[in-house]
């Protein structure tokens, strides 16, 4: 992966990845609450996709020199695993860590790079990762830390 | 006639052409005196379409109006002041008792207008040239027609309260309940606030007249645990009591409570006196918490055989389990419950529906099902050595205390968390002698606690620790102790308009060592009693139920209520839920008995 183009079809692809994955663990969850909480996260990863197309096409841009609020949640939480009766906290553990292992992952390779379009393009979906986690942290801050 | 008379006349006219003595205009512009009683200017968006002018006013010079653009707001009537100028005598009256201060009188007095209709005006909301006027009659500075400050309640002192489990609030005498009830202005927006629409100025007219019988009444139409909500109900009411607009609120949840103490559970049968005529159908509750007592209570008066199934020994649910007895003593739990079940409601305690009975088996063998079984299940913090024996969940410790059993908490505590659940566990824990600190992620003043349950916890000798987030629990030396490491947190403005929320400072992180931790971030609900089928029918949402019109849900035999089917998740919202279903389940049953009412309203 060395030119912009590469990158972001990698990102459109673990976009898709993400919806794919929401939709899957939708399919196992026993209610329909959680069915639609799930394949309402995977609409959301197919939002992200289109953003990702429309930089793509020129007709969007990334803006990498934002500042996204970091509220840290999903850095200190345990890892939980996947099963038929998912609740909506461990949905948005799930999502929360997603988005922070992308973060990291665009943030690190952006780091490596010399300054360029490319490391432009890194950085900007590094925040674009960054405003997904803060997305489902505010979320968790809401919904499951209420009398937290 | 002599000739002066006869040419007097005609010497008139030698004035005809001289210069009148008379002006134009017979009256001059002279403003009022600085502090006249003119015309009536109100700042309706200060009002709150209270009407204590309307009632106090001795002419009846004042109507209350329906003005769209107040309509529907918080607390609010969405009522403003007509005037009636054919019958004010600018006494002031309306403007000494106005609650909101949002009445006043301009020094304008003269208005001269061909239709006589511009008389009756909405001050505020009618153009007049005198609203926006700086001089004329304001209420004096520290004036008032009633007391500023609400009647004191006589507490336990924190010293004593901490060593033992007596209740702590002592409760108003008649002197002072009747002292206290004449601060009510009457004007209802409590009643539109209270979720189950209780009549307040009413019962605490009751008071006034020393008719605690009739208040009493009045109680039981809209909600059968008033001895419980006396103590502990949120009291929504007290919030938009306007009395509280430039003073403290009247304590509606205090007198509610006085009205109760004035009987003993066995003056209930003959001061209610209900007649119960059995209609032959049958429903079945699940959970005798302050949702299904409540629709019990309903039910049961309109003729249903009611059967409560409940899990636990006794009834009242997060009441008996959750409230320590230092705010909602047993014995006045056990009044508002026995009187219900002395109606004749059949409660099968130690009956867990799943696993003694099936659900599928109620839905068979009753006409209508209702499901108020509450939020149980502590929530997880998901952090790190959570599951470190030594870190309890509020909710068992509560559990435990009411059982009688020892919580085993030591001397130590750390209780996480700001809601009313920590403040109670932690304030067990107080009386158990143990050092209680509260880690709370975000403000004080942003604790969804009770105010005055995070004051006594204080009081109590609790130690609260602001915007503290708990990261990790790790071993500490002793296995009966469990270390817990939290950073201090800075509240951030939430770019999207939210709260501010609580963000991590990794470079101020503490640990400190506990005999305990006890987490009580929030609950969730138990639905394991239904089967995925019936999950797939019934709406729910981030573990709630989204029930319809009286608390229906998708399924025709099944209403729901309560704590899991409500945003508010207290007692009075309980309570109301399950009236509100005993109503629907009444149409859903007995639909021909509406048909026929709603073609006689038609």
């Known amino acids: 992966m060395n030119t912009v183009d590469e990158i972001l079809d990698f990102a459109i692809d673990q976009e898709q990845q993400a919806a794919d994955f929401y939709e899957d663990v939708a399919q196992r969850a026993e209610t329909a609450g959680m069915k639609k909480i799930l394949l309402d996260f995977s609409e959301e990863e197919k939002s992200h996709k289109r953003i990702l197309q429309d930089v793509k096409a020129g007709e969007h841009e990334l803006t990498p020199e934002q500042e996204v609020l970091d509220l840290k949640i999903s850095d200190y939480l345990v890892e939980v695993e996947i099963s038929d009766n998912i609740t909506y906290q461990d949905a948005l553990i799930i999502a929360m860590k997603r988005e922070r292992a992308a973060y990291e992952l665009y943030s690190d390779m952006a780091a490596k790079v010399p300054a360029s379009h490319l490391k432009e393009v890194l950085e900007g979906l590094a925040i674009e990762e960054a405003k997904h986690k803060l997305f489902f942290e505010a979320e968790y801050d809401e919904r499951v830390l209420m009398d937290n | 006639m002599n000739l002066k008379d006869l040419l007097s006349p005609f010497f008139v006219w030698q004035r005809a052409f001289e210069k009148p003595y008379t002006t134009m205009r017979p009256i001059q512009d002279r403003p009022g005196a600085a502090a006249y009683r003119g015309f009536h200017i109100n700042i309706a968006e200060t009002c709150i379409g209270c009407g204590s002018c309307h009632t106090i006013c001795q002419n009846e010079a004042i109507d209350m109006v329906a003005v769209e653009e107040f309509a529907g707001r918080p607390g609010d009537s969405g009522l403003r002041p007509r005037f009636d100028y054919g019958r004010c005598c600018w006494c002031a009256l309306c403007v000494d008792i106005c609650t909101a201060s949002s009445l006043r009188m301009s020094n304008e007095y003269t208005w001269l207008t061909r239709d006589p209709t511009d008389y009756h005006f909405t001050a505020g909301v009618d153009e007049t040239s005198w609203q926006e006027n700086e001089l004329g009659y304001r209420r004096a500075e520290g004036y008032r027609l009633f007391p500023e400050k609400r009647v004191e309640m006589e507490m336990l002192p924190a010293d004593e309260s901490v060593n033992s489990f007596e209740e702590v609030v002592k409760g108003y005498s008649e002197e002072q309940a009747k002292k206290e009830a004449d601060r009510c202005v009457e004007c209802g927006i409590c009643v539109a606030t209270c979720p189950a629409h209780m009549d307040v100025p009413d019962y605490i007219h009751s008071i006034r007249d020393g008719d605690y019988e009739k208040g009493l009444q009045l109680m039981y139409r809209t909600n059968p645990f008033p001895a419980t909500c006396g103590r502990i109900c949120t009291r929504r009411c007290e919030t938009v009591c306007p009395v509280g607009i430039d003073g403290e609120p009247v304590a509606i949840r205090w007198l509610k409570r006085f009205i109760v103490d004035q009987f003993e559970a066995k003056d209930y049968q003959r001061i209610l006196d209900e007649t119960i005529t059995d209609n032959g159908k049958k429903v079945a509750i699940i959970g005798a918490g302050p949702g299904g007592m409540s629709a019990a209570y309903y039910l049961r008066k309109k003729g249903y055989a009611v059967t409560v199934y409940e899990s636990q020994q006794t009834a009242g649910g997060m ?260 009236h509100h279903a005993a109503r629907g389940i009444d149409r859903y049953l007995n639909p021909a008995a509406y048909i026929e009412t709603e073609q006689q309203v038609d």
């Open chain 2, 319 to 578: 009441l008996r389990y959750g409230v320590p007895s230092y705010r909602l003593p047993d014995d006045d739990l056990d009044k508002d419950i026995d009187y219900i079940v002395s109606l004749g409601v059949e409660v099968k305690y130690n009956t867990r529906i799943g696993e003694d009975i099936k659900f599928e088996q109620l839905l068979k063998d009753y006409d209508s099902v209702f499901m108020s079984t509450g939020l149980s299940v502590p929530s997880n913090m998901r952090i790190h050595g959570e599951d470190h024996p030594r870190v309890l969940s509020g909710l068992q410790v509560l559990a435990d205390v009411a059982n009688g059993r020892d919580p085993g908490i030591g001397k130590k505590v750390a209780v996480i968390g700001g809601g009313n659940v920590a403040m109670d566990a932690a304030r067990v824990s107080r009386r158990y002698g143990a050092e209680v600190t509260i880690l709370y992620r975000r403000r004080i003043s942003e604790m969804p606690a009770d105010e005055e349950e995070i004051h006594e916890s204080q009081e109590e000798g609790c130690i609260i620790v602001q915007k503290a987030i708990p990261v990790e629990l790790v071993n500490a030396e002793s296995q009966q102790q469990v270390s817990i490491r939290w950073g201090e947190a800075e509240m951030v403005d939430d770019p999207k308009g939210g709260r501010p929320r609580p963000v991590l400072q990794e470079d101020r992180m503490h640990t400190e060592t506990y005999d305990s931790i006890i987490s009580a971030i929030g609950q969730g609900s138990n639905l394991d009693y239904i089967s995925k089928e019936m999950h797939e029918q019934l709406e729910i949402e981030w573990g709630k139920f989204t029930p319809g019109e009286y608390q229906h849900t998708m399924l025709e035999k099944i209403f729901v209520g309560g704590d899991f089917a409500n945003r508010t998740a207290d007692a009075i919202s309980a309570i109301e839920d399950g």
